[in-house]
């Protein structure tokens, strides 16, 4: 099934992951395997389950079955610590923090660490990414345009210095040369040994730029696989591309 | 003209302590959304703690202001870690109805401890002043402002410039996504809350050296601080040295030129009046 | 014939910043206008300024020839201007019928609705969006593009005859665009202007009878869609090589 | 299952009606009460709970309807039904004079400046010559007890009503709208401003009318008790304690808690209000969605509701 | 048999300090009055009962409290709460049942000016009370020559300053303030400043302790000092001296009542074994509000002795002829239902309560000029 060589451990390991709200079930017994440096895409239509699926992963949503990382069992975590251990989320409809200035929500994102030098050179790195939101520091982040919040929040989530970033729905609201530029950030840390897990509604967009791929269907993984043969599937072709 | 600048200066002494007493209040109410009506009985408790330090331990009032705030911070912990986090998500209005629960408990157990009647904190040097020409700076007063000034600055910089202090701030806006980035928020909202309590006992030490003390005190210094964190904003601790100075010298002034039984009219049509006009207050930012 | 809307040199700043800047177009009854431009270019700005959500620092907005000037956004609701938000305002605790609801007892086409009428309105509304399965639910347990299907079932239902949409193709797959796309034809049929502003190029494209494109709060581009889209001003500040 | 409800708050109503022929003096004068407490409650439910505008000012129009009463029938020997329609007019005309600019506030900033212009009110009364200043108005005593009881009873019936209307029409679902995300209701066509300014007055017509009963009732009144702010603190605690924003929550919260502080300051009278305080925290921590959820959904769940309670709305 | 006398005092709250001197000395004179054998009535013995609540110094709780003891309860008198305003909703109760209550805690004339028949006051009025300090003024050398009347603006203190007015204009002496304040007031600042400023010779305040307290304390802190300052209520309390220390000395005060072996009693024998008796009993000393209170227990017990019975209109009509000297005082009520006392002027010298002049005119030397802060 994984394209990549048995050799390597897998970096983040869900087993049979079922989970809802309030005793509505919406996850059914999801397993997925995320390696060390790559980008995995999770592609599914509407409420197929990928927030909620992220949300388990980083411990918000209660659930059973098991979550490991680097070894580290996530099962028993609450979400900080969750964070601690290097999952970090950029969550679906943003989260920012909107009375706090564009400057602080970066910071937010690095309130663990201490290396004070590396965290003034990842915050200039992210103004020299997103030049908008070096103009706008100091401005309230709930007041910036919804694109303008998007880019606040990846950068928020890359400032964290994530082992594994999960990122749900990166491209929404942002013009296409931003989504451009983003997709080769993902790239670049990929290939810095960030592992990157995707979500996103743009399945063609994700599929080009992940490694491997889930589809995922009410609740449950239907398809997986490297990412090119995904797009190439007839079946997700017809339900996700429209062709 | 002498009586106008002095009665500036009681205005603006007075400002301090008001700003003081409301330090607490706007912390935790703009910060952790949580409206405290016990904030009042805090500041009694506060005032009783130094009390007894001073007559007991015979710890200078002042001086004794660490430990005070020491304990009340515990006290504060406890609170907020046993019984407010209990509801820290239930609907706003939960937090309105069980802090006034604790204020009627608090106040209850302070009668039984302590008797209904009114108490001073009195060192030697409290009645003492400074005479400048035909001015007097009262000397406890004065030393009360000093406090609360260095508080809150102290406040300000902490909040807008630690790192924890953002954390405190985002934790209050966005629970949800703090957790995600880290932050451990039930020791976070018990250390702010503890914080608001320790400013709240420090200026019951302040104002048991200035003025009387009895378990009932605190209903009246709830509206009170009220009324000065919002003349400044919630938005900015140093918002309420804005709001404590401009209560302080406008009730002064009023009671000079009106008459004394104006300045609640002057003090509170002013509140609202800074309302209408600036809804999040003089030093807060617009939405 | 007498625009749907006609916006004159309108300017709105936000403190030193020039969000929209001396924007002047129209918007033919029957047309779909698309708008599109970088993140920050002034799109929603410019939207709330037609509603009424915001007021412009200077220049005028007319409806069907009429000046909106000083008009609070709820009339300028009621004389049918409908509006999305592109970060959703539902009214979390009402149940998704519910919510949709307010627009038919107080949109354009309320005034004296019933309220039994105006949920079987509603209900019809969500079918028609596609959201026919959770008029029970509250609208806060329904996930984002769920909401923004909401915020557009909530418009229609105020039955307006300009509809401003705000994003509401974002987050949803090319499959699911198809089906707003054919949504908002059939509202264009039945003689609804329409403003879109989207990100998504695909969808604007094949939507638009026009295409307007902002940069820094200024209009630099209105046209047919596939001259705008080939201009390399736009090019370069929006759409980046891949071009979709 | 609706029949029987229906039949359950006529019986209620019924027996509340019959008290003053078998109860108590002590039982009628506690009626008189917390029946007023019960319409000041369901007035504020008006406003903060449907329209969801916490008001602290609330005591204001209570105060406004008692000075009402006190200035008719103290000063100007009128009768006391001119003194009450007196009280409402000078609540409506505070409503829609303050409640324009002050309703343009939100949330705690509109508690706040409400809560201010109690305290303005009581301020400016102290010094009113025709309102007795700070020292008050003395009213004609009457002592017809049942009367009283009879009044409050009818106006908490029409308080209630009144709020079953509102779930019902049109003008009351916009009031949820507002409460619920008053920009999009705005831009939906709701007139928010008028809406919120009705409903603010709306419940200061039946604040007023209790406090206009209340004053005739102990034939006193000052500043300081016509507008108390801890009267306003109390119908919010009674409003939530029951459940705000639902037909019966606020009546039933308020009878039950002046039943219970009542029950306390006889019993263990000088324990009552330690007691009353721990009940309110409990209250709070065991059943933080008010009564009316817990009658609701206690059947179902059974004990397990509270510790359900606590699970969700902790930390 | 039982006598039970009911009362709802204020034990919680922010009057509770001056309510438990009621509570304790209606319990102490009842206890007196059962050790010395009781209630005699006709040939029949009683012994009285105390029924108690705290009304938590609410209005509206002691009404219902006032009402539960006449209609549940059935206690067959009443005494009084603490407090003007309690006192003038209060007596409507027992004016309505038509229980005689008699009461040491409310003096406005309010209270009495209704016509009600069951209500009966054992507080001086308050108009009188700065009427012998005027008095006293007259003679002090150098003579004063500006006065201050400050009041708080409830009923009582706005009576007390009407009272005054005249009796100042009288002694020709000069107003050069008349200033109103808020009760409950902690700021005098620009108050004092203002006396300061003008230079005023003699302060009278009509206020409650908690203001007294914070007046004398910011005037030491902004150094003001007139000549002499006299207060309606405070400085006979234990609490003022303990509360101010050495700062309490020079303060004038009155009271209409001193534990002084001249005032006779039936049954404590007099008011220095009233005040031994209630100090070691209760731990503090009494004033004037307890005195009063054991008062009105001893009024209703005479008057049910005078009457022969506990019929409640008899007992009302004897009481309104009682006549007899007490721990208090003479207590004999005019036809309003309430009794004259004059007050004692008094000071605080050395830490130590000074009696300075009485009805019969001087008793001791006042300390005046009042020196200033630094110069004590
Ligand atoms: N807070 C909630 N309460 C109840 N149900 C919820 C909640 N959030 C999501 N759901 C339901 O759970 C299901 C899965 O939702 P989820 O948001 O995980 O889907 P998704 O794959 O992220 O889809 P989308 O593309 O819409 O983001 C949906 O049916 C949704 O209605
Ligand atoms: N309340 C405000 N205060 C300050 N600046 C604001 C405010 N609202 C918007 N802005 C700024 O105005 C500019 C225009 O914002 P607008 O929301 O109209 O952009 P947009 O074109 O809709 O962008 P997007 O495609 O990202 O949604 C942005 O730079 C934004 O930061
Ligand atoms: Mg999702
Ligand atoms: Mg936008």
Not at chain 2, 59 to 76: K, N
Not at chain 2, 125 to 144: E, K
Request: one cysteine or more.
């Amino acid at each position: 099934m994984s394209a990549k060589p048995a050799v390597k451990e897998p970096l983040l390991d869900v087993r049979a992951i079922s989970a809802g709200y309030g005793g509505m079930p919406v996850l059914h017994d999801v397993t997925l395997t995320v390696y060390p440096a790559e980008i995995v895409a999770l592609v599914g239509s509407n409420g197929a389950g990928k927030t909620t699926l992220l949300r388990t992963l980083s411990r918000v949503l209660s659930a059973t079955g098991g979550i490991v990382m680097n070894s580290h069992d996530l099962m028993p975590m609450t979400s900080d610590q969750v964070f601690a251990a290097g999952l970090v989320q950029v969550p679906e409809g943003r989260q920012l923090f909107d009375r706090m200035s564009v400057q602080d929500n970066l910071l937010m994102g690095a309130f663990r660490r201490t290396d004070k030098a590396a965290v003034a050179r990842d915050l200039d790195r992210m103004y020299a990414l997103f030049p908008r939101l070096s103009e706008r520091r100091r401005q309230l982040a709930g007041s910036m345009s919804g694109g303008e919040q998007q880019m606040c929040a990846m950068a928020r989530g890359l400032m964290a210095a994530p082992i594994l970033l999960m990122i749900d729905e990166m491209s929404l609201g942002l013009a296409p040369v931003i989504v451009e530029q983003l997709m080769g950030v993902l790239t670049t840390i990929r290939d810095e040994g960030v592992t990157v897990l995707l979500v996103e509604q743009d399945v063609n967009l994700a599929l080009s730029t992940a490694d491997r791929g889930y589809v995922m269907e009410t609740g449950s993984i239907v398809h997986s696989g490297p990412a090119k043969q995904l797009i190439d599937d007839p079946e997700v072709q017809r339900a996700y591309l429209g062709l | 003209m002498d009586l106008l600048v002095q009665v500036l200066i009681n205005g603006t002494l007075l400002g301090g302590l008001y700003a003081m007493m409301a330090l607490g209040l706007a912390l935790v109410w703009g910060v952790l959304n949580i409206v405290n009506l016990a904030h009042g009985a805090f500041i009694m408790l506060g005032a009783y703690v130094s009390l007894y330090l001073f007559t007991y331990l015979h710890i200078d009032p002042f001086l004794g202001l660490p430990i005070t705030a020491a304990v009340m911070f515990a006290i504060g912990y406890c609170v907020q870690r046993g019984l407010l986090n209990l509801i820290v998500r239930a609907p706003m209005f939960n937090t309105l109805l069980i802090t006034f629960g604790l204020e009627v408990v608090l106040t209850y157990l302070a009668q039984l401890a302590f008797s209904a009647d009114f108490r001073t904190i009195n060192p030697s040097y409290a009645g003492d002043s400074i005479v400048l020409g035909p001015v007097v700076l009262p000397l406890a007063r004065l030393l009360a402002f000093g406090v609360a000034i260095a508080l809150t600055v102290g406040m300000w910089v902490f909040l807008l410039h630690t790192t924890l202090g953002r954390a405190i701030r985002a934790t209050a806006q966005n629970l949800v996504a703090a957790r995600l980035y880290g932050v451990e928020p039930r020791h976070l909202y018990a250390v702010t809350f503890g914080i608001g309590i320790a400013l709240a006992g420090t200026a019951g030490g302040l104002y048991g050296t200035v003025s009387q003390i009895n378990p009932y005190i605190g209903a009246a210094l709830t509206a009170k601080s009220f009324a000065i964190s919002i003349i400044g904003g919630l938005d900015n601790p140093l918002g309420v040295i804005v709001g404590g100075l401009f209560l302080g010298i406008l009730e002064s002034l009023t009671a000079l030129y009106i008459g004394p039984t104006y300045a609640d009219v002057a003090s509170f049509g002013v509140l609202v009046l800074v309302l209408i006009v600036r809804p999040t207050g003089l030093l807060g930012k617009a939405a | 014939m007498t625009p749907a809307l006609e916006i004159r040199n309108v300017t709105r700043r936000f403190a030193g910043l020039i969000a929209v800047n001396d924007v002047s177009f129209l918007l033919q009854p029957r047309e779909i206008l698309g708008v599109i431009g970088p993140n920050g270019a002034g799109k929603t700005t410019l939207i709330s300024l037609i509603s009424g959500t915001l007021a412009p620092t200077s220049g005028d907005v007319l409806f069907e020839g009429r000046s909106l000037a000083g008009m609070p956004a709820y009339r300028r609701a009621r004389l049918g201007i409908g509006r999305t938000f592109q970060i959703m305002r539902p009214f979390p605790g009402l149940s998704v019928l519910d919510n949709v609801a307010v627009g038919a007892l107080f949109g354009h086409g309320g005034g004296h609705a019933k309220l039994a009428k105006a949920r079987e309105q509603a209900r019809a509304q969500l079918d028609f969006v596609g959201l026919g399965k959770f008029v029970d639910q509250r609208a806060d347990e329904l996930g984002g593009p769920g909401r923004k299907r909401l915020e557009l079932a909530k418009a229609l239902a105020m039955q307006p005859k300009v509809l401003l949409c705000d994003e509401v193709m974002a987050g949803l797959n090319l499959v699911e665009i198809d089906e707003v796309i054919a949504v908002i034809r059939k509202v264009r049929d039945t003689g609804i202007s329409v403003l879109v502003i989207e990100h998504v190029i695909k969808a604007i494209k094949s939507l638009s009878d026009r295409l307007l494109v902002l940069h820094h709060g200024e209009k630099i581009a209105d046209g047919e869609p596939a001259g705008v889209l080939a201009n390399q001003t736009v090019i370069e500040a929006y759409l980046g090589k891949r071009r979709i | 299952m609706k029949t029987l409800r229906i039949a359950l708050v006529v019986a209620a109503l019924v027996v509340l009606a019959a008290v003053p022929w078998f109860g108590s003096d002590v039982l009628i004068q506690f009626g008189i009460n917390a029946l007023l407490l019960a319409v000041l409650a369901q007035g504020w439910n008006i406003i903060g709970g449907y329209t969801g505008y916490a008001s602290f000012g609330n005591s204001v129009f209570y105060g406004l309807g008692s000075y009402g009463v006190g200035i008719a029938m103290a000063q100007w020997h009128l009768p006391f039904g001119v003194g009450l329609a007196f009280g409402v007019a000078l609540a409506v005309t505070f409503a829609v004079l303050l409640g324009i600019p002050v309703l343009r506030l939100r949330g705690h900033y509109f508690a706040i400046a409400t809560l201010a212009l109690a305290q303005v009110m009581i301020a400016i009364v102290s010094n009113v010559t025709l309102a007795g200043q700070n020292i008050g108005l003395v009213l004609p005593p009457l002592n017809n007890d049942p009367l009283f009881y009879e009044l409050s009873l009818g106006l908490l019936v029409l308080a209630t009503l009144t709020v079953f209307w509102l779930t019902r029409s049109r003008f009351g679902f916009g009031l949820i709208a507002v409460r619920e995300n008053e920009e999009g209701a705005e831009v939906m066509g709701v007139n928010t401003t008028l809406y919120k300014t009705m409903a603010f007055a709306l419940s200061g017509v039946f604040c007023s009318l209790a406090g206009g009963i209340h004053a005739y009732w102990v034939t006193f009144i000052d500043p300081e008790s016509a507008f108390d702010i801890s009267l306003n603190v109390k119908m919010i605690i009674m409003a939530v304690f029951g459940g705000p924003g639902t037909i019966l929550g606020p009546v039933v919260g308020a009878l039950s808690l002046s039943a219970i502080s009542e029950f306390l300051s006889s019993e263990i009278t000088s324990l009552a209000s330690l007691f009353f305080g721990i009940v309110v925290v409990a209250a709070v921590v065991l059943m933080p969605r008010g009564l009316a959820d817990m009658l609701r959904r206690f059947r179902k769940t059974g004990w397990r509701y509270f510790a359900e309670n606590i699970r969700t709305h902790r930390l | 048999k039982d006598i039970v006398l009911g009362a709802s005092v204020q034990l919680t709250g922010p009057v509770a300090n001056t309510g438990r001197y009621y509570r304790d000395a209606y319990q102490l004179a009842v206890d007196k009055i059962n050790e010395a054998g009781g209630v005699k009535v006709g040939h029949e013995t009683y012994t009285l009962a105390l029924k108690l609540y705290d009304n938590q110094s609410d209005v509206n709780l002691s009404v219902r409290q006032y009402t539960q003891l006449v209609s549940r309860d059935k206690v067959n008198f009443l005494l009084g709460p603490f407090a003007s305003n309690f006192a003038l909703a209060d007596s409507a109760v027992s004016e309505k049942y038509q229980i005689p209550m008699v009461q040491g805690g409310g003096a406005s004339d309010q209270i009495f000016s209704r016509k009600f028949k069951y209500i009966f006051g054992t507080l001086a009025p308050a108009s009188h009370y700065f009427g012998s300090t005027v008095e006293m003024m007259k003679g002090l050398d150098p003579a004063p020559k500006s006065v201050a009347l400050l009041y708080a603006d409830d009923a009582f203190d706005v009576s007390v300053a009407e009272g005054t007015r005249p009796k100042l204009k009288e002694a020709g002496l000069t107003l050069a303030m008349d200033e109103r304040y808020s009760t409950n007031a902690t700021d005098f600042n620009s108050l004092l400043s203002q006396i300061k400023s003008k230079n005023v010779d003699a302060v009278l305040v009509a206020g409650h302790e908690t203001e007294i307290l914070n007046f004398v304390r910011q005037a030491k802190s902004l150094a003001v000092a007139p000549k002499m300052y006299s207060f309606t209520v405070g400085v006979p309390s234990e609490d003022f001296r303990k509360a101010l220390g050495k700062d309490a000395d020079y303060a004038f005060g009155m009271t209409a009542w001193l534990p002084s072996a001249d005032l006779k009693d039936q049954w404590f024998g007099d008011a220095a074994q009233f005040a031994s008796a209630f100090k070691a009993k209760f731990n503090y000393d009494p004033d004037y509000h307890a005195a009063s209170g054991a008062a009105d227990v001893e009024a209703l017990v005479k008057a049910v002795e005078d009457a022969g019975t506990i019929d409640p209109a008899k007992v009302r009509d004897a009481l309104s002829k009682v006549d007899f000297d007490s721990l208090y005082g003479r207590i004999a009520f005019n036809e309003n239902g309430q009794i004259d006392l004059p007050q004692t002027v008094i000071q605080i010298q050395d830490g130590k309560l000074v009696a300075i002049q009485g009805v019969h005119g001087k008793i001791a030397a006042p300390k005046y000029p009042m020196p200033a802060w630094d110069a004590r």
